[in-house]
Structures are given as structure tokens and as C-alpha cells.
């Protein structure tokens, strides 16, 4: 939508030009009947909204059922070890967990005793314990124990979870959300360049409060990155922002793909373009390969494993790698500082993606009546509201192209603080700790993504030990120089003690990178 507002004022500011058209239309009604009433000029650059297929009232649908999919349900290495995780697909609430083997398990999040949620439980010998009552389930979803039974009374069969099918696939843990058909194993995805020699990837998950739909699109949009994250690193300024060249090479059932690039590098010696695919349910990767100077092939990937998490809410697990290996001062820089960069990314996005949300659930009309997408920017978000199209009958909502199915069930609201609070903890490794920095708030970095990364979280805790043992050293070091007499002694201990809060200056830095929000400062260009 970005694109919309200049294109429109170009039309209103124009009008004199457009004879065809009566006087006094307003652009807004130009917009909304662009494909009907749109002027040759504008065809040029303006993607068609309606095939002649819609023009005829025909609609291709395809078989389509989200629960027998595979969804990215976590990163493989992030899963903890000694606690439960509660995550949610669309609407289903599951729990995560490593049993006493260290095999992982997945049950519906939901103790078939009161309802509680098991995430907010706690492993005990191996087992899946409910907080609540104490209930105990093994790997298999039964329950094995229940304090409150008569001696020699039997556990009632009745008395067991919901299990789900998961699998551990090059590090990335998959959900099958079907329970009346089989898992389809031929079905998960498969990424080639990850199982090349040498290959190296930077891997970090990130909670977003939009829908997963909305983050695709943004993600397939390549326009936006010189704009909207201009000097977030080398890579993105604004005066590099300009046309793109699209080949879409595949259509089907599942997906999409095809090749991009910057329009003014088309034709250029050695020039290799991104290749994109989206394939069903939520997975986009771009792809590129690259000859250096010695004659060596390089392969490098954006991999972008989008799960639905609720209505307005998605979780993202971002992986870029590639076979090139780090050089000169990469090699020192660590995983941490590369993930709060990350995350200010995602920031930058979140204002205008948020409010992209609130506009489709106000409107209900479907992508086409409201978004205006110019074949030199935004062929790749047309591409996916038409695959919504053919599948969407299938999934618990979508916004389509041209057809759109709101949600049936309405979002949860806690309506209580102290029940926002508690439900929000269980969902969270950090097990809901209240405070400054902790306060469980979706729009908090550390909530985000620092309790679902052990690089973070690790950093934030080694930073905040040598914080306070700096800051004691200072104490110790500052009241030694105020008792002792001698000159040279005074001086040494003051200087070792401006060394010490400087350092812990340094940590509170740190600490403040990996947990604050970017803040977008406006200014005159």
C-alpha cells in the first residue's frame, strides 16, 4: 500500500490531462474501478486486476486442507531443555517438549483434567507434569500418574492427551495438524542448498503481530528494503530504490516461483538474478548463485518458514546462509549482534504491516479492491492473493485476490491483567517474568525474539552478570581509593575504577541492543 498514495496523487494533480474521464471523479473512484475504466498509460505499468477467466465468473479451486500440511513449528537447537513450550498453529494450541530421552514431543496444550494449559507445567523424570494438579503424561500422551487416586485405583484410560505428529528436519521442527489422515513425509520441504558442503547459516525466530499472509507478502516484496530499512546496513539505501524485472516459471497447486531482479542490471556480463519460490503451506525462500573472480560457485539463500499463530499473529523462522565463508573482521562478530539487527528489521516493518492487518479486517473485501500493484514492484504479492484463491476454501480464513473468507472464531481477548499475564507466560520460555525489560508484551524485543533464541537470551544473561560484577568491582575499587592515603594509590584505584563503569556501561549497551524496540526518527531529506 505504500505504492498507492503517490500514484494516487499523480492522478489527482493530473486530471486536466484525462479528457476521457468526467470532471469531477475523485481518485478514489478512478481506483476503484481501474479495472474496468483504467486509461492505456496507466496499463502499462499497473498489474491487471481481473483475468478474463473472473471477467467470465470462472474460478479455478484446487483440493486443498490446511491440517494435512507441515508447519515450522520451532528451531531445533532453541527448544528447551528442561521446560515445556506452548506455540500455536492458526487457532491450535500445542506444547513442545523434550522427554526424558530427549525426544521430542508434541500434545495438544490442554490437560484433559480442568483445561489447563500444560505448557505452564514442568517436566518431572521425563514426564509432562500439569501445574495445576499435578497430573503426569509420558511421551505417548497418557497419564501415568495422578496424585489425588485412591491407593490401587485405576487411571482412568479417558485420561490421555491429544499427541501430534512432529519431525526434526534439518534443524527446524515440523507439525503434521491433521489427526484423521496419516503424516505425508514426501510432503516436507526439502532445501538443496542447505545440505551443500561448506554451508553456513545465520538462523533466528521472530514473533510478529500480523497475520502470516500479510508477512509473506511483505517478504516477497524486494521493492520495499531501500525505502523502509534505508542505512540499516550496506546494503539498503533509498537512492538504490527503482524498477524490478519479474519471470514468473512456474504455477501450480502448491505454489510459485520464478526469477527477479533490479531492471537496470538485465543484460549485464555475469549477471545472475534471485530466484523465488513460495511452495504450500507457508515456506518462501530466495535463492541466488554467484561465480567469484577465481572461478568458484557460491550458493546463497534467504529461507523465510512463515507459521500462522493466531488470528493477527505470526511467527517467523528466518535462515540465511551460504557456502561463501566469512572473511576479515565477519569472522569476529557474533551471532547475537546479527540477531538485533534482525529484529530492528523487523521493526522498521511492523507500524505500516500492523495497520495493513487492521485495514483488511475493517474492509473485508478481498486484495483486489483495495491494493493498487505495479508490475515493476509488485508481480510477486499478485501472485500469492491468486494462489489464496485456489486454496483458501480450504484453510480457517484467507484474503484472497479476488474472494475472501474471514475468521469464524473470534480472536481471544483477556479481558483480565492478571489472565493476559498468565496466559501470556505460559506461552513464553521465559515463563512470564513481570518487570521493566520482562513484562510480557507482544510489542517487546525480548518477548519477540530474545526468549526464543539461546544466542540472545545467553548474551543477555552473560551482560548482565559482568554489569553487576563491574558495578561491584567499582564499589569495592572507589571505597579502597577513599581509605587509602598514599597519591599514586588513589589515582591507580580510581582509574581501575572509571575502567570498571565503563565496561558495564559497554554490558548495559549491549543489553540494550539485544532488548529495545527500533524507534523510527523522522527527518527532513
Not at 561465480?291 to 529461507?303: I, M, T, W
Not at 473485508?364 to 508481480?379: A, G, I, M, R
Amino acid at each position: 500500500m505504500a505504492l498507492q498514495q503517490p500514484f494516487l496523487s499523480e492522478l489527482l494533480h493530473s486530471s486536466s490531462k484525462r479528457t476521457t474521464l468526467p470532471k469531477r471523479r475523485s481518485c478514489y473512484a478512478i481506483a476503484e474501478n481501474l479495472g474496468a475504466e483504467v486509461l492505456d498509460e496507466d496499463q502499462s505499468v499497473i498489474l491487471e486486476n481481473s483475468s478474463l477467466d473472473e471477467l467470465r465468473g470462472q474460478r479455478e479451486i484446487v483440493g486443498y486442507d490446511w491440517t494435512e500440511e507441515w508447519y515450522p513449528l520451532y528451531l531445533t537447537k532453541n527448544v528447551p531443555d528442561d521446560a515445556p513450550l506452548g506455540l500455536t498453529v492458526f487457532d491450535k494450541q500445542v506444547v513442545l517438549y523434550k522427554d526424558g530421552s530427549g525426544e521430542l514431543r508434541c500434545f495438544e496444550d490442554r490437560c484433559p483434567h480442568r483445561l489447563a494449559k500444560l505448557s505452564e507445567g514442568q517436566l518431572y523424570d521425563g514426564k509432562l507434569e500439569c501445574l495445576y494438579h499435578g497430573w503426569q503424561f509420558d511421551g505417548d500422551g497418557k497419564c501415568v500418574k495422578i496424585p489425588q487416586l485412591p491407593e490401587n485405583a485405576k487411571i482412568p484410560r479417558s485420561a490421555c492427551t491429544k499427541t501430534y505428529e512432529i519431525r526434526d528436519s534439518q534443524g527446524v521442527v515440523w507439525i503434521w495438524m491433521s489427526h484423521r489422515t496419516p503424516p505425508n513425509v514426501n510432503k516436507i520441504p526439502w532445501f538443496e542448498n542447505f545440505e551443500r558442503k561448506g554451508f553456513r547459516d545465520i538462523s533466528t525466530i521472530h514473533e510478529l503481530p500480523y497475520d502470516h499472509s500479510i508477512l509473506l507478502e511483505n517478504l516477497m516484496d524486494p521493492s520495499h528494503v531501500p525505502i523502509s530499512h534505508d542505512r540499516t546496513d550496506f546494503t539498503a539505501k533509498r537512492e538504490d530504490a527503482g524498477p524490478l524485472f519479474f519471470e514468473v516459471t512456474e504455477r501450480t497447486n502448491r505454489g510459485f516461483a520464478g526469477w527477479w531482479g533490479k531492471e537496470k542490471d538485465q543484460g549485464k556480463a555475469n549477471y545472475t538474478p534471485n530466484f523465488l519460490r513460495f511452495e504450500s503451506p507457508c515456506v518462501l525462500q530466495n535463492n541466488r548463485e554467484i561465480v567469484d573472480e577465481s572461478g568458484e560457485k557460491h550458493y546463497f539463500s534467504g529461507l523465510f518458514l512463515c507459521r500462522p499463530s493466531g488470528q493477527g499473529k505470526s511467527m517467523l523462522i528466518v535462515r540465511f546462509g551460504n557456502t561463501r565463508k566469512r572473511t576479515g573482521i565477519l569472522k569476529f562478530i557474533p551471532n547475537w549482534f546479527l540477531h538485533q539487527n534482525a529484529s530492528k528489521v523487523f521493526e522498521q516493518d511492523m507500524g505500516f504491516l500492523s495497520s495493513q492487518n487492521e485495514i483488511l479486517m475493517k474492509e473485508k473485501v478481498p486484495t483486489k479492491k483495495l491494493y493498487l500493484n505495479l508490475k515493476s514492484s509488485d508481480t510477486w504479492v499478485a501472485e500469492y492473493r491468486k494462489w489464496m484463491d485456489k486454496v483458501g476454501h480450504g484453510m480457517p480464513y484467507h484474503f484472497g485476490h479476488s474472494t475472501i473468507f474471514l475468521p469464524q472464531q473470534p480472536a481471544v481477548v483477556e479481558h483480565a491483567p492478571a489472565g493476559f499475564v498468565a496466559n501470556f507466560s505460559a506461552a513464553q520460555p521465559a515463563k512470564g517474568g513481570i518487570g521493566d525489560m520482562y513484562a510480557p508484551n507482544p510489542a517487546n524485543r525480548y518477548f519477540r525474539h530474545v526468549v526464543h533464541c539461546r544466542d540472545c537470551s545467553n548474551a543477555v544473561k552473560t551482560f548482565e552478570t559482568w554489569k553487576k560484577a563491574l558495578s561491584v568491582i567499582a564499589l569495592v575499587s572507589t571505597a579502597f581509593a577513599i581509605l587509602v592515603s598514599g597519591r599514586q594509590w588513589k589515582a591507580l584505584l580510581l582509574l581501575w575504577t572509571s575502567l570498571c563503569l565503563a565496561g558495564a556501561y559497554a554490558c548495559s549497551t549491549a543489553i540494550a541492543m539485544n532488548t529495545t524496540n527500533f524507534i523510527r526518527t523522522h527527518r527532513r531529506l
